[in-house]
């Protein structure tokens, strides 16, 4: 939208209602909001409605979050969501896709590692295709009447064998979108 800075209090506050414009009110009356700072209305209004107690709740789950039966989607919106609450957990883009990655499936997990990709946006974009092509597999293995079953496949990047894994990913056509010369995963088996 594109509020300058000065005015998010302003813009952010112009909203309140009820319980929360009344809270406004009495903020108004104990300090200068004229001249409020956005970290300084954040944390007031974080005591207010967000106690420690709530956050450090939200932190710990988001320790502890995995994607288990969320698809890739769900999860990063979890993710997201949760990781508000702890944003020490996550100071660098680096440290944050590694977070993001580890709490993966270790079937979407073990088809990403070698990427090393570090810009989270692309991991979720990778991790996404991952997932879409694992899905695929399995319908075309349950439609054809063989059972589904891990294969061995090897993950190239810039043409060299960078790993041998069990994989459930026909191709990534979708991330070399991202990068062409990030990514090019072939099955070698079946």
Request: aromatic share 12%; proline share 3%; net charge neutral.
């Amino acid at each position: 939208m594109g509020v300058p800075e000065e005015y998010w209090v302003d813009f952010v506050a112009f909203k309140f209602e009820g319980s929360t414009g009344t809270w406004w009110k009495r903020i108004r009356q104990m300090y200068d909001v004229e001249n409020m700072a956005w970290e300084q209305f954040e944390e007031l209004f974080n005591e207010q409605f967000f106690p420690q107690s709530y956050r450090g709740e939200k932190a710990m789950k988001f320790m502890g979050l995995q994607q288990g039966d969320m698809s890739v989607r769900e999860y990063e919106a979890k993710f997201n969501e949760l990781s508000r609450f702890a944003p020490f957990l996550i100071e660098s883009e680096h440290i944050k896709c590694l977070k993001f990655e580890r709490g993966l499936k270790s079937a979407i997990r073990r088809s990403l590692v070698a990427l090393r990709l570090r810009v989270y946006s692309d991991l979720v974009v990778a991790a996404i295709c991952v997932e879409h092509e694992h899905f695929a597999y399995l319908q075309s293995k349950e439609a054809s009447g063989r059972t589904p079953k891990e294969i061995t496949g090897k993950t190239y990047i810039r043409g060299k064998v960078v790993g041998e894994h069990p994989v459930v990913v026909v191709a990534i056509r979708e991330m070399e979108k991202v990068d062409p010369t990030i990514l090019s995963a072939t099955i070698v088996g079946s």
